[in-house]
C-alpha cells in the first residue's frame, strides 16, 4: 500500500507567477486535506474533500488560492499571484471516513514553496 | 476554536534518558494523533489515540479526555528520536486537525 504522495517537493517561482500542486491519497480514502507549514510553526489547516465536495474552507485560503478534486481521487492546489509570503511547506494528508465518525489522517511528504 | 498547547518547546535529553511531552487541549476533540517530524518535513504517525493508553515500543502515549490532555512518553531516547513532536486534535465540527506549536527535541550521543 503506497502511502500520499506529492508532486513537485519543491518549486522556487518568482513573485507574481501561478503555481499548481497535485496530491494523491491512498487509494481507499475517502477525504483530503491540505495544510500549511511556515517555519518553527505547527501545520495549519487549509481545507478539505470527501470524496470531490469540498466541505471546509480556511479563512487562511484567500481568493488566490483555489483547490479542486475532480473525481474524488487526485487533488491540485494552485495558488494564482504568488506573494513572497506564500513561502511554505504545503502538506497533503488522507484518511478513510465512515463510522465511527473520526479515522487517522496519513500525511504526503510536502512541497516545499519558495516564493523569491 | 480548540486551543492547543505543547510543553515543553524545547527538550535536550543524553542518550538513554526518558522524556515526557505534554499537549493541553481547551475543549472535548473527536481524534488525538501524535507525530514526529523528521529533518525532510515528513509527518511520521505515533498514535492515534482519543482516549486510553497505547504503546509502540519504547514510545508510548496516554490521553484523558475527560481532563483534556494527552502525554507522549519516550523511553531510552536514541539520537534517531530528534525532532520536532507534534500533537493535533480534531474538533467536533469537522475532520480538520488543529495542531499545537510542537516540542523541538534533540537527543545528544
Known amino acids: 500500500d503506497t502511502g500520499v504522495s506529492q508532486d513537485p517537493r519543491h518549486k522556487i517561482t518568482k513573485r507574481g507567477q501561478n503555481v499548481t500542486f497535485r496530491c494523491d491519497p491512498i487509494s481507499e480514502h475517502n477525504r483530503l486535506y491540505w495544510y500549511r507549514q511556515t517555519l518553527g510553526q505547527g501545520p495549519e489547516f487549509l481545507t478539505y474533500f470527501q470524496n470531490e465536495a469540498q466541505l471546509e474552507k480556511s479563512r487562511l485560503l484567500s481568493d488566490r488560492f483555489s483547490a479542486e478534486r475532480p473525481k474524488g481521487s487526485f487533488s491540485t492546489l494552485e495558488i494564482q499571484r504568488t506573494e513572497q509570503g506564500d513561502s511554505a511547506m504545503y502538506l497533503c494528508?488522507?484518511?478513510?471516513?465512515?463510522?465511527?465518525?473520526?479515522?487517522?489522517?496519513?500525511f504526503g511528504p510536502g512541497t516545499r514553496l519558495t516564493v523569491t | 476554536g480548540i486551543q492547543v498547547e505543547q510543553s515543553p518547546p524545547d527538550l535536550i535529553l543524553q542518550e538513554g534518558a526518558n522524556s515526557t511531552l505534554r499537549c493541553n487541549f481547551s475543549d472535548s476533540v473527536n481524534n488525538l494523533q501524535w507525530f514526529h517530524q523528521n529533518p525532510w518535513g515528513q509527518l511520521i504517525n505515533l498514535f492515534y489515540i482519543p482516549s486510553g493508553t497505547k504503546q509502540n515500543g519504547r514510545l508510548s502515549a496516554t490521553t484523558v479526555a475527560t481532563e483534556r490532555y494527552s502525554l507522549l512518553y519516550i523511553s531510552s531516547s536514541q539520537t534517531t528520536d530528534s525532532g520536532v513532536y507534534f500533537c493535533?486534535?480534531?474538533?467536533?465540527?469537522?475532520?480538520?486537525?488543529?495542531f499545537g506549536q510542537g516540542t523541538e527535541l534533540s537527543v545528544k550521543p
Open positions: 494528508a488522507s484518511s478513510p471516513h465512515g463510522t465511527p465518525p473520526s479515522y487517522e489522517q496519513y
Open positions: 493535533a486534535v480534531e474538533d467536533n465540527q469537522g475532520g480538520k486537525l488543529i
